[in-house]
Structure formats: C-alpha cells, structure tokens
C-alpha cells in the first residue's frame, strides 16, 4: 500500500531524513516511534504530499508522488490528522466536516449521511453544533480524526493522535484507532511507547532521521540488546548473600538497598531457580522474586540514546 | 472547480463569523459614503466621479485587510497543512481564496449602490460613466487583492501581511503620480507611468474600458496570483 524508499530530506544543512526505506500491507497499523525532532512530522508530511522529498521515492498504492498527474488521486487515498489537530476555529463541527467532505468531493446527495457517519464513529453527536474554538482538546483530536475518515480513505495518517489528553481520552481515542483499523491501513506517530504497543501490529522506530528498528512490539523486545534484570526482596540480608549472588554465572553484578537486591543478568540466562536457592540456602528469607522484562521502553531508550552519543 | 468554488464559498462566510469582515465592511461604507457627500454637496454636480476617484485610497485600506489573513492566518494555525493535503491544486487553493476576497468586494460596492440611485433621482448623471466607473473599480480591486493575497502568503504575521501589502500596492500606485515621474528620466518614467496601477484606472474613469488597460489589470492579477501558487507550493513558511 506504502511503499518508501532512500527517502531523505534536507531543510538546508539540516538533514531530517537519511535513507528510510519501509514497506506497508493492506490493513496494517504501525506506529512510528521516535523521540521528539527524529523526523516523524517530516516523513509523515511527505507521505501525504505535503513536502517533497530532497531525495528517494514514495509509492502510494503504487503510485509515484512525484508524478504531478497523480498528486491528487493520489492526496484522495489518504486521510491525514495533522499535530495538534488544526482547525477552522470559527466554523461549526457539522460545518466544517461537510467542507471537509465537499473538498473531498463528496457531493451534495451523500454528504449529510457520510458526516452522520463520522460524527457517530467519533463520538461527536454532542457537540455536532458546537463552535470549533469552543471544543476541548480531546473534542479537538476527534474532529481531526473524523475529518480524515470523511471520505473513506484506504490509508489513515495520525501524527501524533492522543498528545495532550488526559488518560480516559487517550484510552477512547486509542479504541478508535483500533476500530479504524480494522479496515484500513493506519499510519499513527507517537513518542509514547505504551499508546503504540496497544495499538499498532507493527513499529518503526526512528531517530536523527534514520530507521533503527523496524518489527512487530514482540519481536523488537527480544531483540533488545539491554541486559535483563532479577529483583528480590528479603527479609534481611544474611552475610555473604551478595557475594554468593555475584558468583552465579550470568550475573553481572548485584547490589543491595534496605530489603532489596538487584541483580543485573546478561540477556539468555534464566537464572531465577538458582538465585532462589542462594537465598533460601543463606537462610535470608526470600519474599519476593521477580524478573524485570526489557520493555520496549528499554529498546526504545537505548537506541534512541545510542544515536546521541 | 468544484472545489475552488467549495473553498470560495467557506472563505466568503468567514468574513462574516468573525467581526473583523464586518468593521472593515463598515469602515469602507462609513470612509467612501462621508467623503462623497462632501465633494457632492460642495459642486452639487450630478457625477460620481468624485466617489470613484477616491476609491485607490479608500481601497487602499480596507483590501489589504480583507487579503492580510487568508494565508497568513492558514499557516500560523497550521490549517494549511489541513487544506494543502486535501486533492487541489496550489493553483485551486489560490484561486479560491481570490474568488472570495473578490466577492466581499463586489458586496461592498452593492452596499454603495444607493449613491448613484440618489444621483439619478437628482439629476441627470451620465450612466455609462458610472458603469465604467464601477467596472474600473472591480479590476482596480482586484489587483489589490492579488498582490494582498501574495503577501499574506510570505508571511505568517497578519499585521505584517496589512503593511507590506499597503506599502507594495502604495508603491505600485505612485509609480504613475507625476510628483515621482517628474524627478526620473523620460524612459523610466515612461515604463513608471506604464506600470502604475493609476494611470490605467484614471483612464477607465474618464469613461473609456480600453483594453490595454483590461489588460494591464488581468495581467497584475495573473502574475500575483501565480507568485501566490509558487510561494504555496514552496511551503517553506517554517
């Protein structure tokens, strides 16, 4: 459906963009992952024929961007909620999704219906009639979100769909974006992790401008290269149990605070039954054991901060 | 076309959701109204040439106003990264956004119709000259609007958009006065007076539609409406 390829952009000296290559299928929800100015805004700007690139190719439904003659056919296929959701503030909700919809070239048979429409799926009926500049950030993001869906677009871009909402908004307009994909192939950005582990089938992370990890959320924690971590918590430390602990093989190092320990273990080891035993065996009362996953946070936080250095 | 007509009309109407459409319509009824009744009363003359002529000043004000925040605004906002991905053209979004400022002036001008239905109910006015002298007006306007429009579209501050446009449309205006032709050698002059947006509405307003000054207003409009598109196109209002 998407298809990108050596895309790169320069704004001047600045390189946003270096070499992002990436495939999408009919139907998948991916997220972009990035820490903020990694060049998300950027490359979702130039998929929806926003900015040109500098270099490299775009193919939308294996159409070239390029190419002026396809521009909009090719603009038609996509629905785009641009950051921060920009609205015409003094327009009505119900007026400015149909000005939307004509634009889209919905005609004047359809229009009231497909608005009714994206005005129930957004949970907008409410506020159907209110002035734009009245609504509140969430309302706001829902109308950017409808008016993408106006015209029932094959691909669905999101930059940065649920930033500034409290948690009960996020988690609405997070099942939203489930619901729409269902059907469609859904582009979102985030710099939150979570938001994209519930949502998307797939994350491109990216920072400086370049991709540096491309997978599904369960492939990307196993190939995270961080070390894993054991936690304990014992009644009292008895003498000699760190020591003991830092023999185990795999462990790479342990150190104790107040009731805890934390033991740092290369990634592979599953050492959990042996530290139990070291514990129940010095007599330190064991209380709690648990292993900390590398979260995609982790991965997230270590490529991104690998870049930096 | 469907769609530059859509955008006309959203643009027209908001004109009037927001107040500013309404004070600037104001002004120009309340400026062009005060300062013809003084000349008209003072030469109890049956003309409107005395409305007419005061109109490069009049508009001078009120159309940049109308034109400062139609790009200005879109990009500040970041609504135009709302209309630019929706299917038009930079040339569709542009010719929109002049379709409607057009339209707010041909509404003002309607609003000044009961002056020559007075001057035809007090006299006898040569009616021909009127039309010309509303008809030059239109054109005059409409150049106003496309290099208001133009700037509004290099910057993102509206004031600035009011000014620049004020002092771009001011200068091409002077270009023909002879207090500045008078100072420059007979060729530049020449070129001055040629490129003036005056000296072609004063020759519409003795009563004569030439088309070599038809053409001299489509040409204006023309050329700002595709620098207009270029600077769209170019999006680089970082």
Known sequence: ?309 | MNRVITLAKKELNSYFNVPLGYVVAGVFLIASGYLFTQSFFLYSQATMRPFFSMMPLVLLFILPAVTMSSWAEEKKSGTAEVLLTLPVENIQAVLGKFLSAFAFLVILLVFTFPIPLMIINLGVPDRGMMLAGYIGTLFLGAAYIAIGLWISSITKNQIIAFLAALIVILAFYLAGSSLILDTMPSQVAAIGKDLSLATHFDSMLRGVLALKDIVYYVSMVLLFLFLNARAVGERNWK
Not at chain 1, 186 to 192: G, M
Not at chain 1, 263 to 283: M, P, T, Y
Not at chain 1, 303 to 309: G, S, V
């Open chain 1, 1 to 309: 459906m998407i298809k990108v390829e050596n895309l790169s952009k320069k704004y001047g000296d600045f390189t946003a963009l270096r070499d992002v290559s990436f495939e999408l299928g009919e139907g998948e929800v991916v997220g972009l992952l990035g820490p903020n100015g990694a060049g998300k805004t950027t490359l979702l700007r130039i998929l929806v024929s926003y900015l040109k690139p500098s270099d490299g190719k775009v193919e939308i439904g294996g159409m070239n961007t390029q190419k002026p003659i396809l521009e909009q056919k090719i603009k038609s296929m996509i629905g785009y909620l641009p950051e921060q959701a920009p609205l015409y503030e003094d327009m009505l909700v119900r007026e400015y999704l149909e000005f939307i919809g004509n634009m889209q070239g919905i005609g004047e048979d359809a229009i009231d219906s497909r608005v009714d429409e994206v005005i129930k799926k957004c949970g907008l009926k409410d506020k159907e009639n209110a002035e734009l500049t009245t609504l509140s950030k969430g309302y706001r993001q829902r109308v950017g979100i409808a008016q993408a869906l106006i015209h029932n677009p094959k691909i669905v871009i999101l930059d940065e769909p649920t930033t500034g909402l409290d948690p009960n908004q996020r988690i609405e307009i997070r099942d939203l974006i489930k619901e729409i994909g269902k059907d469609r192939t859904v582009i979102l950005s985030s710099h939150i992790l979570s938001e994209v582990q519930s949502t998307c089938s797939r994350v491109i992370i990216i920072n400086h401008g370049k991709i540096v990890a491309d997978g599904t959320p369960e492939t990307l924690e196993q190939t995270g290269r961080g070390n894993s971590f054991i936690k304990i918590e014992v009644r009292e430390i008895a003498d000699g149990l760190v020591e003991k602990l830092r023999g185990i093989e795999g462990v790479v190092e342990a150190k104790a605070s107040g009731h805890d320990i934390d033991i740092e273990v290369r990634k592979e080891n599953d050492i959990r039954s042996q530290v139990a035993e070291a514990v129940v065996g010095s007599g330190a009362g064991l209380l709690l054991l648990e292993r900390k996953q590398t979260s995609l946070e982790d991965i997230f936080i270590e490529l991104t901060n690998k870049e930096n250095e």
